[in-house]
């Protein structure tokens, strides 16, 4: 499987991480499967 290219725009002092779920602000756990992605892309700061 080929990697795809996101095209986002990265501030300095963050990396892009991808995760196979996601936590909403409500405290519901998204799973990537459940809308057909391997993984959801995340930009968080780098430590």
């Known amino acids: ?3 795809l290219k996101l ?3 990265l501030p300095d002092g963050f990396v892009l991480i991808f995760r196979p779920y996601r936590d909403l ?3 519901k756990r998204i799973y ?3 809308y ?3 993984a959801f892309p995340m930009v ?3 430590a």
Request: aromatic fraction near 6%; glycine fraction near 12%; charged fraction near 30%.
């Open 1 to 3: 499987m080929k990697q």
């Open 7 to 9: 095209a986002l725009p």
């Open 25 to 27: 602000k409500n405290g």
């Open 32 to 34: 990537a499967k459940t």
């Open 36 to 38: 057909g992605y391997r």
């Open 44 to 46: 968080v700061k780098a």
